[in-house]
């Protein structure tokens, strides 16, 4: 294989152009340079999904990849966009706190979990009523420098182009665009996959989210908040707030709706000041069983699908180009629970 191109320059085909271009691969990435997510995603790295309080699925393979994959990516453009970061979550129960205190002693969660025995009942300035525990090994990544360094790079490199494609250009059977003949061409759309006429039983919704961004001398600088929604501090007395998750809101437009949700959450956690300065809008690209998306097309081959990072594209994307780069270039299976395979009766 030696000509690819990649159809969207999001967190999945940018990342998979990264690791192409490793393989001396020729790539072209085509984006429609329409922000639908991986720009105004909050970046946030975190192995826990809370409400059970679980271990993200591959949490343990995926944060160390994806923890050095950035850290050679800021050497590589000679920009800083990683940070450590402490996650508290308050727990809004006695139920949630008690699933940490179960499983802060099991082996698989101790690069994750504190282990803790007040559950810091007081924190200050907080409504700490059924105390909190501290996520280990998290980190963020400021995904709009994050993506502004992806994509200067890409270009630098003469890989990027801007436009959005046109089927009518495109032959799947030759794999010819614009008349250039490719060796593969992978669809990593994010939420427009809907729009493309391929991979349709992947069935890739969108779902809308919101964040507020605020400014504020009081919220605490050294942590982010968690409680039914995050507060993310950015430094400098900025923070984001989020998030929403909205379902069959097609419209890549900020609500008022949201804004007052929103409040709610941070009203949830704390009495502290705060001035709302801002408001952005993004759609996550998410599949019904909640796994990614990977795989050929069964009929077309060559026509290949990277997608579904829905939640958790910051973690994600890093190990799964990887896996998907293998799998194109050497035919390594790709993780069972990923197949686009799994959609084909
Ligand atoms: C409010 C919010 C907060 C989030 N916070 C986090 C977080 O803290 N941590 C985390 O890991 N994830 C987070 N996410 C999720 C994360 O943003 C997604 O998982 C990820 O960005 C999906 O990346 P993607 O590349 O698949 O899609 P996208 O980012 O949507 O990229 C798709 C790209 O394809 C291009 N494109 C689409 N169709 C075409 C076409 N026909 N022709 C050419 N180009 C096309 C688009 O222009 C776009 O650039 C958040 C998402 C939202 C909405």
């Not at 996520?135 to 182009?161: C, P």
Request: proline share 4%; with cysteine; glycine share 8%.
């Amino acid at each position: 294989m030696k000509n690819v191109l990649i159809i969207g320059g999001g967190i999945a085909g940018g990342s998979l152009a990264l690791q192409l271009i490793e393989q001396n691969i020729n790539v072209t990435v085509l984006d429609g340079g329409q922000n639908y997510s991986s720009v105004i995603a909050s970046g946030m790295v975190n192995p826990m999904v809370f409400r059970r309080m679980n271990l993200s699925w591959r949490a343990a393979e995926m944060l160390p990849y994806a923890r050095s994959f950035y850290n050679d990516l800021e050497q590589k453009f000679g920009i800083e966009f990683l940070a450590d970061l402490k996650i508290r979550r308050f727990f809004s129960s006695d139920q949630e706190r008690g699933y940490w205190e179960k499983k802060q002693h099991q082996s698989r969660y101790n690069d994750f979990l504190t282990v803790h025995s007040d559950f810091h009942k007081q924190v200050p300035n907080a409504k700490s009523e059924f105390g909190s525990g501290l996520v280990k090994s998290a980190f963020w990544i400021r995904s709009e420098v994050f993506m502004t360094g992806l994509h200067d790079y890409l270009s630098q490199q003469g890989v990027l182009n801007t436009a959005f494609f046109n089927e009518n250009l495109f032959n799947a059977s030759k794999l010819t665009y614009c008349s250039e003949k490719y060796d593969a061409v992978v669809f990593c759309c994010g939420s427009a996959n809907n729009k493309i006429s391929f991979f349709e039983p992947a069935n890739i919704q969108y779902n809308r989210g919101q964040i507020l961004e605020l400014e504020s001398k009081e919220l605490p600088e050294g942590e982010s908040w968690n409680r039914k929604g995050f507060l993310l501090p950015l430094g400098s007395n900025k923070f984001k707030l989020g998030a929403t998750y909205e379902w069959n809101e097609p419209e890549l437009s900020i609500t008022t709706e949201a804004r007052e949700k929103l409040e709610v959450v941070i009203q949830r956690i704390t009495d502290l000041p705060y001035k709302v300065v801002g408001q952005q809008v993004g759609m996550r690209p998410t599949v019904v069983d909640r796994r990614p998306v990977l795989g050929m097309h069964p009929k077309h081959k060559g026509l290949f699908i990277f997608n579904g990072l829905g939640t958790k594209g910051y973690m994600m994307a890093p190990l799964l180009s990887k896996e998907m780069v293998d799998f194109m270039l050497k035919g390594t299976p790709l993780h069972k629970e990923v197949e686009y395979a799994r959609f084909i009766k």
